[in-house]
């Protein structure tokens, strides 16, 4: 099965950027659509962004529509995503996670998972 591992998160002021990568451990290009999500304390998983195969099609939650990019390098088996203009409702736990069709946002539809990154948005 395929690993990921993000990484990239940290703790950022308001108004700043961050950039995360989740990295895969096996080719993805024309196999897996990639998701990202995130948790904040005491709150459910939510969706933030997709990516399906070859990088073809994007989506994105409403709340982040404007402010975030995805990305992916399917030469480095990585996905990226570009934040800026963070707010501190952005704070989380951010995930990545992979599933063999087409996006969605829904995290009960992605099979893999890796461990997470914090974002934390604080002044």
């Known amino acids: 099965q395929v690993q990921l591992v993000e990484s990239g998160g940290g703790l950022v002021q308001p108004g700043g950027s961050l950039r995360l990568s989740c990295a895969a451990s096996?080719?993805?290009?024309?196999?897996?659509?990639i998701g990202w999500f995130r948790q904040a304390p005491g709150k459910e998983r939510e969706g933030v962004s997709c990516?399906?195969?070859?990088?073809?099609?994007?989506y994105y939650a409403d709340s982040v529509k404007g402010r975030f990019t995805i990305s992916r390098d399917n030469v480095k088996n990585t996905v990226y995503l570009q934040m800026v203009s963070l707010k501190p409702e952005d704070t989380g736990v951010y995930y990545c996670?992979?599933?063999?069709?087409?996006?969605?946002?829904?995290?009960?539809?992605?099979?893999?998972w890796g461990q997470g990154t914090q974002v934390t948005v604080s002044s």
């Open positions: 096996e080719f993805i290009a024309d196999v897996y659509a």
């Open positions: 990516i399906n195969r070859y990088g073809g099609d994007t």
């Open positions: 996670a992979t599933r063999s069709f087409l996006c969605k946002l829904s995290p009960e539809d992605f099979d893999y």
